[in-house]
């Protein structure tokens, strides 16, 4: 993990890459809202949660006008929008938005997919703390299932939902 200076330091150089970027292609460019997204999943990590939600909102935004509602890049804006709302404890809010990221990546990758597997799993951390063990049992269960398959038992990220799963009991 990155420290905060570092943080700090990845922060400034991409609000400068995003000013660029936006005076080049304009506002409305995929290319800009993807840099927003990434500037707000840094701004997430330095635990700047109004500006993280504004900087993935406006992301969500013009990838929703650009590629459209039901775009894989929507579905990513509206994922890391769900984790701040999970960190926010706004519970209802990011079951909302893990939902909607499943329901797009699901339908235009399938079910065995690891944006999927993404989804399922941070859509089951909002389950265990709203107190649906059962149904986080059963989403880390169908996470697991499609990290093993894509990336095998050792990647960090298999064995992380592994772990989850383990102290679900």
Same mark, same amino acid.
């Given at each position: 993990?990155?420290?905060?200076?570092?943080?700090?330091?990845?922060?400034?150089?991409?609000? =400068?890459? !995003?000013?660029? =970027?936006?005076?080049?292609?304009?506002?409305?460019?995929?290319?800009?809202?993807? &840099?927003?997204?990434?500037?707000?999943? +840094?701004?997430?990590?330095? @635990?700047?949660?109004?500006? &993280?939600?504004? =900087?993935?909102?406006?992301?969500?935004?013009?990838?929703? #006008?650009?590629?459209?509602?039901?775009?894989?890049?929507?579905?990513?804006?509206?994922?890391?929008?769900?984790?701040?709302?999970?960190? /926010? @404890?706004?519970? *209802?809010?990011?079951?909302?938005?893990?939902?909607?990221?499943?329901? /797009?990546?699901? &339908?235009?990758?399938? $079910?065995?997919?690891?944006?999927?597997?993404? *989804?399922? $799993?941070?859509?089951?951390?909002? !389950?265990?703390?709203?107190?649906?063990?059962?149904?986080?049992?059963?989403?880390?269960?169908?996470? #697991?299932?499609?990290? +093993?398959?894509? =990336?095998?038992?050792?990647?960090?990220?298999?064995?992380?939902?592994?772990?989850? #799963?383990?102290? !679900?009991?």
């Amino acid at each position: 993990m990155a420290s905060s200076t570092e943080l700090r330091e990845q922060r400034a150089a991409m609000e =400068l890459a !995003l000013e660029h =970027l936006q005076r080049e292609r304009g506002g409305d460019d995929p290319d800009v809202a993807t &840099a927003l997204r990434d500037l707000g999943r +840094v701004t997430h990590e330095l @635990g700047e949660m109004e500006d &993280a939600q504004a =900087l993935l909102r406006r992301a969500i935004a013009i990838h929703t #006008l650009t590629m459209g509602a039901e775009h894989p890049d929507t579905a990513t804006d509206i994922n890391h929008l769900g984790l701040v709302l999970h960190d /926010i @404890g706004d519970l *209802d809010a990011a079951h909302n938005a893990f939902e909607r990221a499943l329901s /797009i990546d699901e &339908a235009h990758f399938g $079910n065995n997919h690891t944006h999927v597997a993404r *989804d399922v $799993n941070n859509l089951a951390g909002v !389950l265990r703390d709203m107190g649906d063990n059962f149904s986080a049992r059963t989403a880390l269960q169908w996470s #697991l299932r499609i990290y +093993v398959e894509h =990336l095998g038992e050792d990647h960090s990220t298999t064995k992380s939902v592994a772990r989850n #799963l383990r102290l !679900l009991g």
